[in-house]
C-alpha cells in the first residue's frame, strides 16, 4: 500500500518556462509581486491602490541588482508572466516604469511609482523564514498600509508568510517517492524504469496527450534558447564586460556553415561524425549558449532553477546529436527521470543556492542530467541513481559567489562543467556494478549537512568568494 507524503513535485515544477537571470532572484520575485496584488483583491479593490512600497532583503538585497529582481518586481506588478512576456520588450518596459515614475498594477491602475525610494534593497536585514525575503506595503487609505511578506525559496517556488507552503499539487500517487530509496523500491518492485514510474505519476494529474506536449515544449524551449544563444554576439549586460562566446564556437565548430532554424542546427548536428575533442566543445557550446542568454533576459527553462540552466538542455542535445536514433519519446523520458531526480533534491535537502550555495544549483542539475543519460543510455535504476549520486559527489562544497551579483562569472563556464561531469558520472556508473541501496540519499542528506555548514558569504550573497576578489560595480541593465 503506497504511503500517502507530504510534498508532491511535478516535473512541469522543476521544468518550467521563463525568464533569465534566476528563478530565486527573478521567477520567485516576480510571480511574488503578481500574487501580492491579487491577495490585495481578495481584500480591496485594486483601483484603490494610492502608493507601493517593495522591500527586499538579504540575498535579494545584496544579488538583487544583478540578477534581475528589480526588473521582475516591476514587470510582475505590471501582470506579465514570465512564461509569455516578450522577453526582447523588458528593457524598454523597465526604462519606461523609471522614466515615467509611474507603475500600471496589472495593466489596469496606474500609480505614482519613484524607482529609487519606493524599491528598496535591504542588504543589512534578513527575514526570518528564508533568505530570499521581501515585503510589499500598498497604502489605499485605510489606517495602516496593507502588508505582506513572501520568500522565494528556490526554483520559482514561493511561500507567503504565516502559510505552509503552497501546495498546488494533491493526490495519492501510485509510485510516491520522498527519497531516492522509495524510487529504488518501487522500480524494483515494478522492474520498471524511472521514466515510467514519473509518467505513470504524471497521469495522475494530467492526460497523456497533455504531458508529452508538455515535455516537448520544453524541450523545444530549451532547443530554441540554444539556438539563439549559438547565434548571439556582443558584450553582457551588467558591468562586467563578459563577451559571448557560444556564437563564435557554433561558427567555428560548424566550419562556416550556417543553420536557418533550431531544426536545421539539431539535423546538421546529427550528421556530424564522431569526433570527441568536437563533441566535448559542443557540449561546452550548447551550456554556454543557454546561460549566455539566460543573463540577457532571455527566455529560459528552469532546470531545476535558473543559475544551472544550462546543463540539463546541453546534456539533452549532447545525447540527441551524438547517439543513434533518438526519439520525441526518448526526449520526454529523459526529462521525466531528470525531473524526478531534481525532486528528490527538492524533498529531501533545497535547490536554492541562498540556502545551500551552487551545489544545490549546478550539482543537482548535473545529478539530474546524469540520471536521465544514464537510464536513455541502456543503464538500470540503480545505475541511474548511482550516476546522480557520483554528480553531487563532486560538486559537495561548491559556493555560490557570482562576481557583481551578476549570474555570469562563474555560472556561465559553471554550466559547462556540471554537463561534461554529468556524462562522465553516466559513463561511470554504465560500466560499474551499484554499489548498493540508499548511497543517494547519503549523498542528498550530506549536501544538507553541507549547505548548513557553510558560510552566508557563499549563500547567494556576493559578500565572499571570487565576488569579493574581484569587486566591480554593477551597472543598471
Ligand atoms: S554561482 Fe552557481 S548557484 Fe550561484 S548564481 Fe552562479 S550558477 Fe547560480
Not at 522577453?87 to 509611474?102: E, G, H, N
Not at 524511472?194 to 508538455?214: F, H, M, P
Amino acid at each position: 500500500m503506497a504511503k500517502p507524503y507530504p510534498e508532491l513535485v511535478s516535473v512541469f515544477d522543476i521544468f518550467k518556462i521563463g525568464v533569465g537571470p534566476s528563478s530565486s532572484h527573478t521567477m520567485g520575485p516576480w510571480k511574488a509581486a503578481r500574487q501580492f496584488l491579487l491577495d490585495f483583491e481578495a481584500f480591496m479593490p485594486l483601483e484603490t491602490i494610492q502608493k507601493l512600497r517593495i522591500f527586499l532583503f538579504g540575498s535579494l538585497a545584496k544579488t538583487g541588482k544583478g540578477h534581475g529582481t528589480d526588473f521582475a518586481i516591476l514587470l510582475g506588478l505590471q501582470g506579465e508572466s514570465p512564461e509569455t512576456t516578450d522577453t526582447a520588450l523588458i528593457r524598454a518596459r523597465v526604462a519606461q516604469i523609471k522614466a515615467q515614475q509611474q507603475l500600471s498594477l496589472l495593466y489596469r491602475h496606474s500609480i505614482p511609482f519613484y524607482y529609487e525610494t519606493d524599491l528598496r534593497f535591504v542588504g543589512q536585514e534578513s527575514l526570518p523564514f528564508h533568505p530570499n525575503g521581501m515585503r510589499f506595503e500598498a497604502d489605499y487609505g485605510g489606517e495602516m498600509p496593507f502588508a505582506q511578506q513572501y520568500y522565494s525559496v528556490g526554483g520559482g517556488f514561493i511561500v507567503k508568510e504565516g502559510e505552509p507552503p503552497q501546495r498546488r499539487l494533491s493526490g495519492q500517487l501510485p509510485y510516491p517517492t520522498q527519497t531516492p530509496t522509495d524510487l529504488q523500491d518501487w522500480c524494483l518492485q515494478t522492474q520498471k524504469p524511472i521514466s515510467a514510474l514519473v509518467w505513470e505519476n504524471e497521469r495522475y494529474w494530467r492526460s497523456e496527450e497533455d504531458i508529452r506536449a508538455g515535455l516537448l515544449r520544453i524541450w523545444h524551449t530549451m532547443r530554441a534558447c540554444m539556438y539563439r544563444g549559438g547565434h548571439a554576439e556582443g558584450e553582457l549586460p551588467g558591468g562586467l564586460r563578459v563577451i559571448r562566446r557560444a556564437a563564435q564556437m557554433n561558427l567555428r565548430l560548424l566550419e562556416g556553415k550556417s543553420c536557418a532554424s533550431p531544426e536545421e542546427w539539431q539535423a546538421t548536428l546529427q550528421g556530424l561524425g564522431p569526433d570527441f575533442q568536437k563533441t566535448l566543445r559542443w557540449v561546452s557550446c550548447f551550456a554556454l549558449a543557454v546561460n549566455e542568454e539566460n543573463a540577457d533576459f532571455g527566455r529560459v527553462v528552469t532546470a531545476p532553477t535558473n543559475g544551472p540552466r544550462g546543463v540539463i538542455p546541453a546534456v539533452l542535445m549532447y545525447y540527441v546529436c551524438f547517439h543513434k536514433s533518438v526519439s520525441e519519446e526518448d526526449i520526454c523520458k529523459f526529462l521525466l527521470t531528470a525531473g524526478e531526480i531534481g525532486s528528490l533534491f527538492k524533498k529531501g535537502a533545497t535547490i536554492s543556492a541562498a540556502m545551500g550555495g551552487c551545489q544545490a544549483e549546478i550539482g543537482v542539475s548535473s545529478a539530474m542530467a546524469a540520471a536521465a543519460l544514464t537510464e536513455r543510455l541502456g543503464g538500470s535504476p540503480l545505475q541511474a541513481l548511482m550516476a546522480a549520486e557520483i554528480a553531487m559527489e563532486h560538486h559537495l562544497g561548491l559556493t555560490c559567489d557570482p562576481i557583481g551579483g551578476l549570474v555570469q562569472i562563474p555560472c556561465i563556464e559553471r554550466n559547462s562543467m556540471g554537463a561534461i561531469k554529468a556524462i562522465t558520472a553516466a559513463q561511470i556508473a554504465l560500466e560499474s556494478d551499484p554499489a548498493g541501496p540508499g548511497s543517494l540519499d547519503a549523498v542528498i542528506q550530506t549536501m544538507m549537512r553541507t549547505a548548513r555548514d557553510m558560510s552566508d558569504k557563499y549563500k547567494e550573497t556576493a559578500e565572499g568568494g571570487l565576488a569579493v576578489q574581484i569587486p566591480i560595480n554593477v551597472i543598471e541593465c
